[in-house]
């Protein structure tokens, strides 16, 4: 028996038996099985090795899908890889998932293409796999955000998390608020272009996201993080409030201070909030949270609610009530930053993103454990292990380093049910942020995001232990990523510590 550890997998499968051999794969190999994913595996066998798996008549071995509720938990598989292929998904998620450890399994040596023989049964551990885009800071046009849909959900990650309006922009089309998209969209970090979403280019998100089984939470914002709001509403925002920290690394790094009703471009935070006792923010908040949840399948908004500096405790707490109430009044479920569990009514059920570090600072863990206090849950983003944004060096040209320099081995090495005091049933899943101060392209997102994104997917996907369930194992799995990456056209960290396979 050959240990699943030798298999070209991430994430790791619950279980694996390596077979002998490949299964070759030729023209003459035909898909059986009306699933999309049996026209996604054909699209992208294309792709991957020029095979076109229907083109012939003549058949000489089959690849057969269909799904069984019986073989295994939601969004798991059964594949078996001998002479011929058989996937049966436990539902349609199961079997986009087993067609991406089909994907993985196909690889190319002397004789051609063939199929890595394989007895696999798997299924998620956590039924939350998220990854963060922030699209504020620099925006992502919807082919970037798609393509990149594609190389997360590869992972088999199943939630998009859009980061949708921040100081420096706002990026999303709001009937009932043209002004937003009208004067605070065009800019973004750094001077770079900006641009935003209309409600058809979100929809095309979400239905390329819902095609790979991830479900889009979208962001807005609040109360701080919103001097772009203020750029279009200035009666909505209070002028900026200055913090040290902020003029300090203004100075560092020679960006000007916001002004109130100028476009922001530089990364400062904690300056902006929006006016806690007008009623007309509510208005505000209503509107935007009830034409998102219009165009959004998926049963979460995200409120935002972090680093909220220049709003004083009580206002914040106040507002974050309400607007947690909002979100439920609108049908769906808020999502919020951490620093929302401050607040002693938040709306009950409401969902916390933990982004503290693994030993947590402050009063993060308490705030983080309010929200399953009120009933809710949590999602993992353990800032100095799961953040995309950080540097993997000191001197890696991007990212930035505040909460941690995060090479690939200490992005895999953390549990995120061992971060905060809560019961391990409270912990949703992860959540892994990419934070888009410094990446003018999508090519320098992906850089930071992979390699270290199959380590979180492999965090949220694989049993806590088991044979191969280590960072030895991984480094070497990992590395059989390239190819695949490379035949996407998805740029990646070609990191040091992981020896990377050409073929
Ligand atoms: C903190 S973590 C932020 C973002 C920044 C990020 C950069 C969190 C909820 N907020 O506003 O973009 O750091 O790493």
């Known amino acids: 028996m050959v240990l699943p550890h030798s298999m070209p997998l991430v994430p790791l499968p619950a279980s694996a038996i390596a077979g002998d051999g490949r299964m070759p794969l030729s023209v003459t190999t035909r898909v059986i099985g009306d699933s999309p994913a049996a026209a996604q595996l054909i699209d992208a066998v294309l792709r991957r090795s020029g095979i076109h798996l229907t083109s012939s008549a003549e058949q000489t071995s089959e690849i057969s899908l269909r799904i069984d509720a019986s073989v295994a938990a939601p969004e798991g598989y059964t594949l078996s890889v001998s002479d011929t292929v058989e996937l049966v998904g436990a539902d349609e998620a199961g079997l ?27 299924a998620p551990r956590f039924g939350r796999r998220g990854v963060m885009l922030d699209v504020t800071r620099h925006f992502f046009d919807v082919d970037e955000v798609k393509k990149f849909i594609d190389s997360t959900s590869a992972l088999k990650f199943n939630h998009l998390h859009l980061h949708l309006s921040d100081d420096q922009g706002w990026r999303i089309q709001i009937d009932s608020w043209p002004k937003l998209t009208e004067l605070a969209s065009s800019t973004a970090s750094l001077g770079d272009p900006g641009g935003f979403y209309s409600k058809d280019d979100y929809r095309e998100i979400v239905a390329h996201a819902a095609a790979r089984h991830m479900v889009v939470i979208p962001e807005i914002d609040l109360p701080g993080h919103t001097h772009a709001i203020g750029v279009a509403y200035p009666e909505l925002v209070e002028d900026p409030v200055m913090n040290d920290s902020l003029i300090a690394e203004s100075e560092r790094l ?16 904690g300056h902006s909030s929006v006016r806690i006792h007008e009623e007309r923010t509510y208005e505000f908040v209503r509107d935007v949270v009830r034409e998102l949840a219009e165009m959004t399948p998926g049963p979460y908004i995200h409120i935002g609610g972090d680093e909220s500096l220049g709003t004083p405790q009580a206002d914040f707490d106040h507002f974050v009530e309400r607007a947690t109430a909002i979100v439920f009044e609108e049908g769906k479920i808020p999502v919020a930053w951490h620093e929302v569990g401050a607040a002693k009514d938040i709306a009950e059920g409401t969902i916390g993103q933990y982004w503290g570090k693994t030993t947590p600072e402050g009063s993060h863990a308490a705030e983080a454990a309010h929200f399953v206090e009120r009933g809710g849950a949590l999602i993992m983003s353990t800032a100095d292990v799961a953040y995309l944004d950080m540097k993997y060096t000191a001197d890696y040209p991007l990212g930035l380093t505040w909460a941690a320099i995060i090479d690939v081995r200490t992005a895999y090495e953390w549990e995120p049910t061992s971060v905060l005091d809560v019961p391990d049933s409270a912990i949703l899943g992860i959540e892994a942020p990419l934070w888009s101060e410094t990446t003018r392209s999508l090519s320098d997102v992906e850089r930071l995001v992979f390699p270290r994104a199959a380590a979180q997917a492999e965090i949220a996907w694989s049993a806590r232990t088991g044979p191969g369930r280590d960072w030895e194992s991984f480094r070497v799995r990992l590395g059989t990523l390239a190819p695949l990456w490379k035949s996407g056209q998805v740029d990646f960290h070609p990191a040091e510590e992981i020896p990377w396979s050409t073929r």
């Open 96 to 122: 986009f998932y087993g067609v991406q450890t089909l994907l993985q399994l196909l690889r190319q040596d002397d004789e051609g293409w063939g199929f890595v023989r394989a007895e696999i049964a798997d």
């Open 254 to 269: 020679g960006q000007p201070l916001p002004v109130a009703g100028e476009p922001y471009l530089g990364w400062g935070v």
